[in-house]
């Protein structure tokens, strides 16, 4: 069955410094997406990046970036130059195919220190 | 605004009431999903519609939870007899998937109803 795992239940990290936040996962199909969103407090989640399983560059988006390590089953989600609007909680999805439904790890709670 | 809406934002309630949530999608998105989240976890899934049809229910789902999408619209979700463990955000998202190709699916959600069973 398919899983995700965050490990981090919170971290921090210094305006303008690079934090990195780790997601595992548990799949034996091939071809798939992977997701990162963000949930600020009291507020909708919106989609930070998308990787898909089968393109070996890692995708970026502005300031985020993530290390997809597919033998590995990691897609970690890095955040440079952080800013304080990133202080939120981060979740890691995966869709089942066919379903699309997701399933999400427990998330990360980013703290921004000014 | 044309993004996932969602009423009411907040409800309370007693134990024993039943409660309806509304989500209006995206227009032109053909599948609507719907989450409850609990605090300190990640959306755990319930249910979702393809146009009007739903397709899939989590055994989370219990016999007291029902939820429609009349015409492919907007949906309802309402719980019955309402117990302190229903007590949770209830996400709505939805999404565009064209089943001729491409396996994409971005989901869009919306803020979300807390629901408080006192």
């Known amino acids: 069955a398919q899983t995700v795992t965050q490990s981090q239940p919170e971290m921090s990290v210094q305006e303008a410094e690079t934090v990195t936040l780790s997601c595992t996962y548990d799949?034996?199909?091939?071809?798939?997406?992977l997701f990162w969103y963000k949930q600020p407090p009291s507020r909708q989640m919106i989609l930070v990046i998308r990787?898909?399983?089968?393109?070996?560059q890692n995708a970026t988006e502005n300031r985020f970036s993530v290390n997809f390590q597919k033998a590995a089953k990691s897609f970690s989600l890095k955040i440079s130059d952080s800013q304080l609007g990133d202080a939120a909680m981060y979740f890691c999805?995966?869709?089942?195919?066919?379903?699309?439904?997701?399933?999400f790890g427990t998330g990360t709670r980013l703290k921004v220190l000014a | 605004d044309t993004g996932v809406s969602q009423n009411p934002r907040h409800k309370i309630t007693k134990r024993g009431q039943n409660v309806t949530f509304r989500c209006d999608p995206i227009?032109?998105?053909?599948?609507l999903y719907w989450y409850r989240q609990t605090l300190g976890q990640g959306p755990e899934f319930l249910t979702y519609f393809q146009n009007e049809a739903q397709l899939e229910k989590s055994r989370l789902l219990s016999d007291r939870f029902s939820a429609e999408r009349p015409k492919g619209s907007f949906s309802t979700l309402e719980i019955q007899r309402t117990e302190q463990g229903d007590s949770a955000m209830y996400l709505c998202a939805s999404s565009l998937v064209r089943l001729a190709g491409g396996y994409y699916n971005e989901q869009f959600f919306g803020p979300g109803t807390r629901l408080t069973v006192l």
């Open positions: 227009s032109e998105h053909n599948r």
């Open positions: 999805a995966y869709p089942f195919s066919g379903t699309y439904k997701y399933i």
């Open positions: 990787q898909e399983a089968y393109k070996q």
């Open positions: 799949t034996s199909e091939s071809d798939y997406y």
